[in-house]
């Protein structure tokens, strides 16, 4: 009897009520997810502005470092000069120093001038060849080296303008301020607005960003990232090669077969806090163990990859356990259940199905690796480098640099045409790490694709 | 691939054991989880080439029992099984057996069907594979296609033996994971709730397919639909808080039970 009258209690309570009109808690929950959404949506705008405004700096900063300024010019290879006694032979000609070809540079520029007509104006011919880059010089030179059939020869060379007739076609040099210049002048500058016209001075695609090594202070305008990509390339090897095959192993050894105990709970650990220890340890880690203690050569990508593979391990182990733990443990059982052993069950049907998992934890482990620079700093990978490492193996015991180093490094530098190098840099950098989770967005479908 | 027109080929591996003599036999079987002690004091004999249906309501052990026959428990680190468990009077709790071999003999279907995300091809040859079953592809064809009849799945996939056994219907599935447990000719087969996830119609089929399948194999099913145990078993065992209370033709279990139990749950008056 009370039971009916109770029901008959809530009914009428419910009568009362319209939908229509939403009552005053309904009205405070609905403002409250209101306001959680204004909050989310400023959150996100935020994180958007950020990084809409990080990279417009970068890009308007960087995009012009892959463009350079050259001068296009004939240049005799004066066998009186190269060659003295006509031997052609490589050892001789090298006796040959740089100094040696500044001369016919500047002997090409000024006839190079006078055929276009256009003169000097108010300054000598030495001032006026110093458009032309320090480095060209020694390109030449290198040249020449590699190609001594060409000597006697007048050969056509697109030589580097010097960093400020470069800035001056960025827009980073201005009349007024090479006016204040010690190592350019205003008449430098309409000189080359003058080759310009004549042709002989161009601004295209500069190539050489990619491949040219590191170059001193003084020669912004020659400086690259080839050792820098290929010592990334080198270290990105090593740690992809020593760390999926080692997180992958021990990870299933952890989650499959370890028996449950302290010891395990105690390397579980160990592991998650692993990938919280700051780079800048496993630094000076990779300094005491490898370098003072293995006896491996600094400023080298074995080191480097090594340090990285401890860094990254941690990463593809908690990526590939969570992997193998979200696969349903009834393909386990059915593997079981037809009689294969706990190794056919994960080696045919765990693995494959965690596969996508490992892979983006891993790809997310080598992207962190490529941006890492405090632990590289610290195992001398900021030396400067010039010298191409060799190809592998034999090149990761040469002395490289890696690109985050390298966007460190040339920040450090004094002349301002290096933040454009620095930001092109980077630039590179964010390339090669769109690229990489691209990879693994691709491998991933391509693996769950697979039913 | 074209395979019909092979089935006269394929002949069932002719069984030692008659009908009706014993299969298994458990012998004072006590199983723990850690401290839990699940299932008390078991005592059965499951006879060859028969039905054998455990019924009971949840939670009682009958899972925990059906996997002791396998030794899926081995996987449960916290599972320990006492007592002595024989097939063919081979204690498969003796230390020189390997569960591996011994789960090849024994297959298993579970309750929610589970195929591999592969082809429905590789479903079923992923068993004869891995124990060296087929020496040929054309063997491993051969022992496809007779799993697949068996469960009375082939005439569905003949045509698509490429396509996933994922993409299969729920009961289509379940067929697939009995066609994948049978390829492996196993002498028992063990099978917890394997409707419980179907409809009445993938119900009735799966029943038919375990009625056919009793000519071959001796099979033990839990179900906990009494319809079911009366229509497919001979034999019923009846599971209580971890005790075995009581086992006897399905027939008489239906209409005459001994136990009083047994009666009250048949009736629905618990569990
Ligand atoms: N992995 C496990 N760890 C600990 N206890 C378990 C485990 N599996 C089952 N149990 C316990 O053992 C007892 C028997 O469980 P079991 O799964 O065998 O019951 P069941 O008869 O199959 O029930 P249902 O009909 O619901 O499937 C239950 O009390 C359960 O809580
Ligand atoms: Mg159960």
Redesign the pocket.
């Known amino acids: 009897m009370t039971d009916v009258s109770v029901f008959g209690n809530v009914a009428k309570d419910i009568q009362t009520k319209s939908i229509l009109e939403p009552d005053a808690r309904t009205r405070r929950r609905n403002a409250a997810e209101a306001r959680f959404r204004l909050w989310g949506a400023i959150a996100v705008a935020l994180g958007v502005l950020a990084l809409v405004g990080l990279l417009a700096s970068i890009f308007s900063n960087g995009l012009s470092s892959f463009r350079q300024t050259y001068v296009t010019l004939d240049v005799f290879l004066d066998p009186a000069k190269l060659d003295k006694d006509g031997s052609r032979d490589p050892a001789s000609i090298a006796k040959v120093s740089t100094f040696g070809y500044t001369p016919l540079i500047e002997k090409a520029l000024a006839e190079a001038m006078a055929a276009k007509g256009i003169s000097v104006d108010g300054m000598n011919a030495k001032a006026a060849s110093e458009l032309i880059s320090k480095e060209a010089p020694a390109s030449l030179r290198n040249h020449v080296i590699a190609n001594p059939s060409e000597i006697g020869e007048t050969v056509s060379f697109d030589l580097l303008a010097s960093g400020r007739i470069d800035g001056y076609y960025k827009g980073r040099v201005t009349m007024e301020s090479a006016a204040l210049d010690r190592n350019t002048s205003p008449e430098q500058l309409q000189l080359a607005e003058r080759l310009k016209e004549a042709g002989i001075l161009t601004t295209r695609f500069n190539w050489d960003f990619f491949t040219a090594p590191d170059a001193s202070d003084t020669r912004p305008e020659a400086s690259g990232l080839g050792v820098a990509i290929l010592g990334s390339a080198y270290m990105m090897l090593i740690v992809l090669v020593l760390s999926l095959p080692l997180g992958v192993a021990a990870s299933i050894y952890l989650e499959e077969f370890a028996p449950q105990n302290r010891f395990t709970d105690l390397i579980e650990v160990n592991i998650a806090n692993l990938a919280a220890v700051p780079s800048i340890v496993f630094g000076i880690l990779g300094l005491a163990v490898f370098i003072n203690f293995a006896g491996l050569p600094q400023s080298a990508p074995i080191v480097g990859g090594l340090v990285l593979t401890l860094m990254t391990l941690p990463t593809i182990i908690i990526a590939t356990r969570a992997a193998l733990k979200a696969v349903p443990p009834s393909i386990r059982d059915a593997a079981l259940g037809v009689g294969a052993s706990k190794m056919q069950s994960i080696f045919h049907h765990v693995l494959p199905l965690a596969m996508p998992g490992i892979l983006t934890g891993t790809i997310i482990g080598l992207a962190q690796a490529l941006g890492e620079t405090a632990p590289l700093l610290l195992i001398g990978m900021v030396a400067f480098v010039r010298e191409y490492p060799a190809g592998p193996p034999d090149g990761f015991f040469d002395p490289a640099s890696a690109l985050p180093v390298q966007v460190y490094n040339w920040t450090q530098r004094g002349d301002p045409a290096f933040v454009e190098r620095a930001s092109g840099a980077i630039i590179v950098l964010l390339v090669f790490l769109i690229l990489m989770n691209l990879i693994a967005i691709i491998l991933r479908r391509r693996f769950e694709r697979r039913w | 691939m074209n395979m019909s027109g092979m089935t006269t080929a394929i002949t069932p591996t002719p069984k030692v054991a008659a009908m009706n003599e014993t299969k298994v036999s458990a012998r004072d079987v006590q199983v723990y989880?850690?401290d839990?002690h699940?299932i008390r004091d078991v005592n059965i004999e499951i006879r060859s080439r028969t039905v054998t249906a455990f019924i009971?309501?949840?939670?009682?052990?009958?899972?925990?029992?059906l996997r002791c026959i396998n030794r899926m428990n081995d996987t449960?680190a916290?599972?320990r099984v006492e007592g002595n468990i024989s097939i063919d009077s081979e204690n498969i709790y003796d230390p020189k057996v390997d569960p591996v071999q011994l789960r090849a003999k024994v297959g298993m279907v579970f309750q929610k069907p589970n195929p591999f995300p592969k082809s429905i091809f590789e479903n079923v040859a992923y068993g004869p594979r891995i124990h060296g079953l087929a020496a040929k592809k054309s063997d491993l064809d051969d022992i496809v296609a007779s799993a697949l009849q068996k469960a009375g799945l082939w005439n569905e996939v003949k045509d698509r033996l490429d396509s996933p056994g994922t993409g299969l219907s729920g009961g289509q599935q379940q067929r697939l994971c009995i066609a994948r447990a049978v390829a492996v000719s196993p002498e028992v087969i063990l099978m917890?709730?394997p409707c419980s996830a179907l409809d009445p119609i993938a119900t009735a089929k799966v029943e038919e397919l375990i009625h056919e399948l009793r000519e071959n194999f001796t099979i033990v099913i839990?179900t906990?639909s009494m319809q079911q145990a009366a229509r497919v078993s001979q034999r019923t065992a009846m599971?209580h808080l971890?005790n075995l209370v009581e086992e006897n033709d399905t027939d008489k279990m239906f209409t005459n039970p001994d136990d009083q139990r047994t009666q009250d749950y048949i009736m629905g008056r618990f569990g």
């Open positions: 989880y850690g839990k699940a009971g309501p949840s939670g009682c052990g009958k899972s925990t029992f449960i916290s599972c917890d709730e839990v906990h599971f971890g």
